[in-house]
Each structure stands twice: as structure tokens, then as C-alpha cells.
């Protein structure tokens, strides 16, 4: 999921189509999901939560080979900092993102009937939620660099799988994610977080990421010729 060489404007594109697409499907499910779980917070967590996982499996399976689907403000400052980024980029990813997030909520809204955007109103906040969001962010980010190390070829079901598991054991339901935050800030629907709310959030998802790079440098460090990578199966000298 790092920078990939094509050219900066295709792939800014597919960051604001990617996160776009993230965004109407988290907000969209959502939705849906209130409108047939007849009252039932758990069934509508449930609705909302297999669709986000699913798609994050298609997004980054066909859009990995042309930015690198972050999707996510908070991988692309991960990526920059391993200098698997130019720093020059990150800010356009951010942008392209951002807009992308804001653009999925209006579709979402639009395919519902709804008012293209309304300000959030669900109050999201505590030292509680914002740990939650850190520690949600913190096993996002593990998850995509112990992926890049081990199995790049399965980061898009390991990405869809932390998503979808840590949307029921953090008590935030997992945004993990400033641009999809910031996005959920202009809906009052199922997904939605009171928009006063969303710099707490995204605070705590910034701190989290950086201890999840921090980790994953001390558990999967550079492979040096003088250091071979050992598998399961190989044991220690």
C-alpha cells in the first residue's frame, strides 16, 4: 500500500474515488441497516459493519495497484514517515481524500433521499471513545504494515478483516480514519459523529497510527543481508 509509479494525478484520483466509495458504503449501510433492524442497535451495527468490510476487500484489491488505496490520512503520513512516500505527496493524498470522503456522504445521502449534506449530531466523544479510536487506528495500521512485511498479496482481506472485527471490540465502532471521520461529520444518520466531535477523533487516530508504526518497526525491522527474515518453521540457531 505505498506509493505506486503512476502519475500523481491518477492517483489522487483513485484516492478520492476510493475513499468516496468507502465512505457512501460506511454511511449507506448505515442507513439501510437503521431502516430494516426495527429498533435493534446490535442488527444495525451488524449491517453496517459487513458491507464496510467488504468493500475495503474490492477497493484495495483494485485500487492498491494505483496509489496504493490508502484511503486514509493517517496511512499516508505512516508511509511518508517510512519514506515509502515522497512527503511532497502527502499533502495532495490528504486533499484528494478528504474531498473524496465528503463527496460519498452527499451520494449516500442523495441515493436515500436525503438532504445532500447535514451537519453531524451524534455525539462521539470521552476519553473513553477517543482511546477506542487510537487503539482501533493502532491495530489498522499494525495490520497494513505486518501485511506489506509478510503477505502483501492479502492485505486487502486483512485490512477488511481489522475493520470489520474492530467495529464491535472498540466501544467508537472503529473510524480509525481522519478523512472517513471528517466525512461522517456531514451526516446525522446511523454513521454519523456530531462534526464538533471529529477533532478528538481524529487527534486520537494520528497518535495511534504513530504507535502502530512505532510497533510495527520493532516487531518487523528493514531485512538486511546479515539479518535473514526466519519463518515458523525455521527455528532459531
Known sequence: MSAIAQPLSRRLFSEALGT???VATVVGSGIMAEQLA???VAIALLGNTIPTGAILVVLITILGPVSGAHFNPAVSLVFAGR?????AEVAPYIVA?????????????LMFELAPVVIGIKSRTGPSQW????VATFALVLTILG?????RAAIPWLVGLVITAAYWFTASTSF???????????TATFAGIAIGDVPGFVVAQLIGAAVGAL???????????????????????
Open 131 to 134: 482511546f477506542a479510536e487510537a
Open 147 to 151: 501485511g506489506v512485511r509478510h503477505a
Open 83 to 87: 519514506r515509502e512516500m515522497p512527503w
Open 38 to 40: 426495527g429498533g435493534n
Open 215 to 237: 510497533a510495527a518497526a520493532i516487531l518487523f525491522p528493514a531485512v538486511t543481508a546479515s539479518s535473514p527474515v526466519r519463518t515458523a518453521q525455521q527455528p532459531a540457531e
Open 97 to 109: 481524500q478528504l474531498l473524496g470522503g465528503i463527496a460519498g456522504t452527499v451520494v449516500a445521502h
Open 20 to 22: 468516496g466509495i468507502l
Open 176 to 186: 480509525a480514519n481522519p478523512a472517513v471521520t471528517l466525512a461522517r461529520g456531514f
